[in-house]
């Protein structure tokens, strides 16, 4: 039985009881639309976290990260540059980030909670710094259309959705079916055997840190899409929602395992639960309550299922 | 020995796992002042027949009688308070709290809701000096014993909680050669003060010398028992087998070849030894002795502090990516921590080291993961459900056959071992055996029929081995397999590797000897 199975369920379920307490408009395309919007931005994250997580690790910098970019993407339109490189820049940024996660991780051999605990102050006060603690304006450019409904073209579906299912294919054709991908389980499994199988740790260990922070830039440009302006103190607490998808969706904080499609259905799980209680007319604090059991309840039932038959 | 009423009777238990069952109904008991050792392959339901006895498992059907009364365990709480202690192979002691403790872990002394800590510390003292062993004390952190000695920790633990009956489960595994003397002469007192002891080990020489009386599980039934003194060593592993066993330590014609491992005074281990293709080197010594330091620096584990080592063509120290890329594979002695990931599938743990060829480019297709996990599964007869099934989930001597066949999917023409045969069935061991011996050799030859073992197919090792021979070098804690398998054999004592000799002109006697540093050279 694959570990995500338990999952999608899930989000059937949750989606199945809003739909019921809601009626059958929750379910109109432009609702859908909505939910896959505001599901990105912690979905793309989340599929970096999903690497690391899968490695055995942890990324506590992504919120960090995520404002850093949309600083950095901000500051670039307004020096005049083309949209494409300045959402470039801010991943080059991001992945930069990312490498000095990886290697004071490798090399201080410090454990990645508190390098990442370290780096989410680092990156955030960095953030604040180059944006003089203010909110950067930057010229409207198609940048802020990544997030917006298409009217014709697309398939009636914003080209930052798009962009998120590609992503997700290839980080599950990654995580299933490269050389990165096994070692990144075999590490996250049992890195001495890891390490007795001649897998190159610390290399690994710097990429998927890299790439991880680079998801999250691209995340931070997805973001900027949608404030128009580059803040320095968005997304605090974000990386909290990142890895609860990714746990929601059955991976394991002590490593080895996590799927794509698992982790996706997680953030969407979240974002059901989001729209369809303020559509109901339930105030934030009951979402919140109801995100929180989501969170323990998966874990239980992923603990439950797995628990020896013997 | 078998007078008066046994402390312990089981009667017809019986326990299925799914379709599997695991005990048909089998019979067990001990009387005060006994040994009981029970012995069969892995497998044969020593385990589900102990977890049966400590609470951990609920017996389909089937009597217990604990001196006469019905006992029926539903935790294994219940079991320690009737006063069944059981010994693991790993031990379950808080490694960062004091002896004393630990002791008293879970009976802790408590008075108004103070600790009593002069209390604690009596009651380790007696425990400990029940055992004979007042050296140990009561206020050191466990973390800083021994192995030995953490393993009487736990005994005085069984003491002090006044058991009557206790299970010791491989209890030598980890204890070198006077470790385990110190603990037959403690099994012997603990006998004398009237203790209801049960054996389990795979090792025959240890059941001979401890027991009073042996019984033999096989496919869950009970297929023998009697006194020790009146069953001989083969007799014992024929009825843990089931059937003939041929020569297990097979030695097909070898012919050394080209030079593939060259140390010249390797540091650490003070190792100088050549090592040629077609050759089996074995490596013994006490626990401790430095054995598995000296394999892992070969392999870049762990760094070269001076001298010189040469594997093949290439000269110097290498990390172990390069020991595998120059072929060469190592097999780790500590199977669950460092051998194999147990959460991930036996595919994934064969091709770990050698991802490249499965796909083009930087591409691995699990199909074709599994296709080449699946002829090694069948070539070594391991049990699974598939390639698919974890690692975690198979029996130790099936584990061990996986941690093998790495090297062997890895194609490499060094294999470095370390432990090779630690803590697996009889019938694991003498696939284990063949194999080694193809290897070096470069051919096949007849494997050992072991029949009768539950289908289980004998390992064709001419399908394992092919072409040229390989060169193996291990280390191992258990002697007469360093003698009948290997060409050349050293000792290693105190951190420095013995000169290497023929393996004909070493005795058990002899071997023991240098590694307890009684003789010199």
């Known amino acids: ?310 | 020995m078998t007078s008066g009423t046994p402390r312990l009777e089981m009667r017809g238990v019986r326990k299925a796992f799914g379709a599997t069952i695991a005990l048909d109904g089998v019979d067990f008991s001990v009387a005060p002042g006994e040994v009981c050792a029970l012995v069969g392959q892995n497998g044969a339901g020593k385990s589900t027949l102990m977890a049966v006895l400590s609470g951990v498992v609920r017996p389909d059907s089937g009597s217990m009688m604990l001196e006469g009364q019905p006992y029926a365990p539903r935790e294994p709480i219940d079991a320690r308070a009737a006063g069944v202690a059981m010994i693991h192979q790993e031990l379950s002691l808080a490694p960062h709290l004091t002896v004393m403790e630990n002791i008293a872990l879970g009976l802790e002394p408590v008075r108004r809701g103070l600790l009593q800590w002069h209390e604690m510390r009596d009651t380790a003292r007696r425990a400990l000096a029940q055992l004979g062993h007042e050296e140990i004390v009561p206020d050191a952190i466990v973390a800083d014993l021994s192995p030995a000695s953490q393993q009487l920790v736990e005994v005085a633990r069984a003491l002090a909680s006044g058991s009557r009956v206790l299970v010791l489960d491989e209890p030598t595994s980890s204890l070198s050669h006077g470790d385990v003397q110190r603990l037959f002469e403690l099994l012997e007192r603990l006998k004398s003060q009237g203790m209801a002891i049960v054996y389990i080990s795979h090792f025959i020489e240890e059941v001979q010398a401890v027991s009073d009386r042996v019984v033999v599980l096989r496919d869950g039934r009970n297929v023998g028992a009697g006194r020790t003194r009146d069953m001989p060593a083969d007799a014992i592993v024929q009825l843990m087998v089931g059937g003939e066993v041929e020569a297990l330590y097979p030695r097909s014609p070898r012919e050394p070849g080209d030079v593939l491992l060259e140390l010249v005074d390797l540091e650490p281990g003070a190792a100088t030894l050549s090592l040629r293709r077609g050759e089996i080197v074995g490596i013994a010594g006490l626990l401790g002795a430095g054995r598995s330091r000296l394999l892992r620096t070969i392999f870049g584990l762990e760094s070269v502090r001076s001298g010189r080592i040469r594997v093949g063509v290439y000269s110097g120290p290498a990390s172990p990516a390069a020991r595998w890329d120059q072929g060469v594979g190592m097999l780790s002695e500590n199977r669950a921590g460092e051998g194999l990931a147990s959460g991930l599938s036996i595919a994934d743990n064969l091709t770990m080291s050698r991802l490249e060829e499965l796909g083009p480019g930087f591409l691995v297709f699990p199909s074709r993961q599994a296709s080449a996990a699946s002829r090694w599964v069948d070539r070594f007869a391991i049990r699974s459900s598939g390639p698919a099934q974890a690692v975690g989930e198979l029996s130790g001597g099936n584990q061990q056959k996986v941690a093998l066949a790495r090297l062997l999917h890895h194609d490499v023409d060094l294999l470095v071992l370390d432990e090779p045969t630690r803590g697996i069935d009889v019938g694991s061991k003498a696939q284990i055996y063949a194999v080694l011996d193809a290897l070096a050799s470069g051919h096949a030859h007849e494997p050992p029929q072991a029949s009768g073992t539950g289908g289980e197919p004998a390992i064709v090792a001419d399908r394992v081995a092919v072409g040229r021979p390989r060169a193996v070098l291990m280390v191992s804690s258990y002697l007469p397999e360093l003698l009948g398998l290997c060409d050349r054999v050293a000792v290693m004592c105190r951190g420095r590797l013995g000169p290497v000799r023929l393996a004909s002109e070493w005795t058990e006697h002899s071997l023991l000897m240098e590694a307890s540093g009684a003789k010199a050279g």
């Open chain 1, 1 to 310: 039985m694959r570990g995500d199975t338990g999952v999608l369920l899930g989000l059937l379920l949750v989606a199945l009881i809003f739909g019921l307490l809601i009626g059958p408009r929750f379910f109109r395309p432009a609702n859908l639309e909505l939910m896959a919007r505001q599901t990105v931005i912690v979905c793309v994250a989340a599929l970096g976290m999903t690497m690391v997580i899968v490695s055995g690790g942890i990324d506590l910098s992504v919120g960090s990260i995520v404002a850093l970019s949309t600083v950095v993407t901000a500051l670039l339109l307004r020096m005049g540059m083309d949209p494409a490189l300045a959402a470039l820049g801010a991943l080059a940024a991001a992945a930069l980030c990312g490498t000095v996660n990886g290697l004071l991780i490798t090399r201080l051999r410090v454990v990645p909670f508190i390098v990442t605990l370290g780096t989410m102050l680092l990156v955030r006060g960095a953030a604040k710094g180059l944006a003089e603690e203010r909110r950067i304006e930057a010229p409207i450019t198609w940048l802020n259309g990544l997030l917006r409904t298409a009217r014709d073209g697309n398939l009636g579906v914003p080209a930052g959705v798009w962009l998120t299912i590609v992503l997700a294919v290839l980080v599950a054709g990654v995580l299933g079916y490269t050389r990165f991908g096994r070692h990144l389980f075999a590490i996250g499994s049992n890195e001495r055997t890891a390490r007795l199988c001649g897998v190159r740790i610390d290399r690994r260990k710097l990429q998927v840190y890299s790439l991880s922070a680079a998801f999250a830039g691209l995340a931070g440009v997805l973001e900027f899409s949608r404030l128009a302006v580059g803040d320095p103190t968005v997304g605090v607490g974000l990386e909290l929602d990142v890895i609860a998808a990714v746990i929601i969706g059955g991976g394991s904080l002590s490593g080895g395992k996590g799927t794509v499609l698992g982790t996706v259905a997680g953030a969407a799980i979240m974002a059901v639960i989001q729209i369809g209680c303020s559509q109901h007319g339930l105030p934030n604090w009951v979402q919140q309550i109801v995100t929180g059991i989501i969170i323990v309840i998966a874990v239980a039932l992923d603990r439950w299922r797995q628990a020896p038959t013997r």
